[in-house]
């Protein structure tokens, strides 16, 4: 990963889009999952040789905003955010570094049932969405992309609309009732 394209994304997608590089736990589970320090290329001299834009993690949309911080998305330090699931189960495995983003931009809603219903009133808001998501692909200027959606819905949207073109997987959705241990153990057989 080049720093322009870093930039790039930074600057385009910062808001919803973010990379799967958190700082190391400390005194429990979430402890430091919104440290956003590990990803700023001068503080962090590693960052851009960790990061690996062939993986993207797909979500379905916030379930809230909480700032306006770029790349902050998959780190929410709230108490309430499961984020630190995904952190866990990427340690030390080929996806850490991989990119992330939501297929439904800046779009608040915490029941994925009712962004369906959304989209299903609004065919509209989905196409959008999905070019905005190509156009996102393209900036990450890498071919062959592994796309994992996190959870059915956002799988069924990635499939109708991409599923020809590109390798896509599913995985339960980190905020699903399942232990960091056994969600670890499910993204590690996607292989």
């Given at each position: 990963m080049?720093?322009d394209?870093?930039?790039n994304?930074?600057n385009?997608?910062g808001?919803?889009?973010?990379w799967a590089v958190w700082?190391?736990?400390?005194?429990?589970?979430k402890?430091?999952?919104?440290?956003?320090?590990?990803l700023d290329?001068?503080?962090n001299?590693?960052l851009?040789t960790?990061?690996?834009?062939?993986?993207?993690?797909?979500?379905?949309?916030?379930s809230?905003i909480e700032?306006a911080?770029?790349?902050?998305n998959?780190?929410s330090?709230?108490?309430k955010?499961?984020?630190?699931k995904?952190r866990f189960?990427?340690?030390?495995?080929?996806?850490?570094g991989?990119y992330?983003?939501?297929?439904i931009k800046n779009?608040e809603?915490?029941?994925?049932?009712?962004?369906?219903?959304?989209l299903?009133?609004d065919?509209?808001l989905e196409?959008?969405n999905i070019?905005?998501f190509?156009?996102?692909?393209?900036?990450?200027?890498v071919?062959?992309k592994?796309?994992i959606?996190f959870?059915?819905?956002?799988?069924?949207i990635l499939?109708r609309?991409?599923?020809n073109?590109?390798?896509?997987?599913?995985i339960t959705?980190y905020?699903?009732f399942?232990s960091?241990?056994?969600?670890r153990?499910?993204?590690?057989?996607l292989?």
């Amino acid at each position: 990963m080049n720093l322009d394209t870093f930039n790039n994304i930074k600057n385009q997608y910062g808001d919803c889009g973010s990379w799967a590089v958190w700082a190391n736990e400390t005194n429990a589970p979430k402890s430091n999952i919104g440290d956003l320090s590990v990803l700023d290329p001068k503080l962090n001299k590693k960052l851009l040789t960790q990061l690996k834009p062939e993986f993207v993690f797909v979500g379905l949309n916030f379930s809230r905003i909480e700032n306006a911080i770029p790349l902050s998305n998959f780190h929410s330090s709230s108490s309430k955010a499961q984020d630190y699931k995904i952190r866990f189960a990427l340690k030390n495995t080929q996806y850490w570094g991989s990119y992330m983003t939501d297929i439904i931009k800046n779009f608040e809603e915490k029941h994925s049932n009712l962004m369906m219903e959304t989209l299903s009133k609004d065919r509209n808001l989905e196409t959008k969405n999905i070019n905005i998501f190509l156009e996102e692909l393209e900036v990450l200027n890498v071919r062959n992309k592994k796309i994992i959606a996190f959870g059915g819905d956002t799988y069924k949207i990635l499939r109708r609309n991409l599923g020809n073109n590109y390798n896509i997987q599913k995985i339960t959705h980190y905020a699903h009732f399942v232990s960091k241990e056994n969600y670890r153990k499910e993204l590690i057989g996607l292989d």
